[in-house]
């Protein structure tokens, strides 16, 4: 392969960062999750909680099907082809989200969920996908590097198309978007079209930008069609690796610990948006601005977090960003509207905002740096002949009890109808996470088999 033809064959996994992460930076977090909760549902308690339940249950069907499905491509080969499926639900479920309308009756926000949630099912599928192409893009010491700037362009491709969304067509209570215009295209703002057409939206960003991945990003020609036969040896392969993982002790660590802490950061990101609808009282054009400062100040710490990653190795910039997420959760739970670190502060004060915005800055830059950081040590931990295989692993702990913090957070919100106290258990999980991870040997297999 040319040099060439080797950097377009990065920019292209880079594109597949850019093209997706709408459906994290407007659906999931910044613009629809919180209008749901707000508009759609019939109380954001109420919205939380059925949000939160949604999550869990796409997570378990997210878990039990990506192994497989990455233990069968690793049989067959055809990653593309495969991508190509979960890119239909991707868009499928997406694009639905505009009939998300206010005060949506109970068949309609089932339906809504059930969209929802086959949109993110493909998104994750996918992911197992792509992420497995990883160590074919470089050298070991280069994979940091990569893995960080595509988690950065990725950060830049959601603030690009927020920014879009707000300026041109997510509409404040008023009808107003955030340069003080009525939705563009004639959208209806009493009916809340501009923010509803972000499904759309994210539908068509994908199509459109994800295209070079699918010209640049080539691999070998799949070798068979997943008939029954190959079906059966991939799930016995994957019965086989399920097996081994008790005694390849620094992988059963680590996916034992990423499953904690993951879990307990995309619960951030499920519930920033409907926490501060709730808590703060924040319109949807104010939480947009929260996220484009996450998305701007996230994609410039991904970057210098790939750099970092390729130094010193992706374990110690892991550690540190769980325990900096763990500050910040502890901040959240202890602000709102009356105070600011459980210390009273004045009606009407601005400062419960400040802070907050402050956190979803962190957060940005944190987080990512700490998904793109995970991703490098998986690829050290992993079987380079199995590679898809375990990324749908990875897919599994990430997902096997995802459920947990969306299920605790509506569990705690719907026991204390408090949405403050309610996302408690975030500090939990990562602490949890934390602890095991200082058990992952951070050269994976070699270092399992030195012991």
Sequence with gaps: MTDGAARRRIWGWWAF???NQPYNTLLLTFIFAPYFASAVAPDPVTG???WGWMLSISGILIALGAPVVGAIADNTGGRRRWLMLWSALYLTGSAALWWAVPGADDSRILLILIAFAIGLVGLEYGIVFVNALLPTLGRREELGRISGTGWAIGYVGGLASLVVMLLLLAENEEGRTLIGTAPAFGLDAAAREGTRAVGPFSALWYVVFVIPFFL???E?????APDPGTVARALRALGGTLRSL????SLFAYLGGSMLYRDALNGIYAFGGIYAVGVLGWSVVQIGVFGILAAAVGAVFCWLGGKADSRFGPKPVIILCILVLIAVCTVIVTTDRSMVLLMPVAAGSSLPDVVFYICGGVIGAAGG??????RTMMVRQADPARMTEAFGLYALSGK???FLAPGLIALATTLTESQRLGVTPLIGLFLIGLVLLLLVDPEGESGDARA
């Design 17 to 19: 960062d850019w093209a």
């Design 48 to 50: 939380q909680a059925v």
């Design 216 to 218: 640049w990003v080539r």
């Design 220 to 224: 070998a020609p799949a070798r068979a």
């Design 246 to 249: 008790p005694s390849r002790r």
């Design 369 to 374: 740096s700490l998904q793109a950081a995970s």
């Design 400 to 402: 096997v009890l995802s």
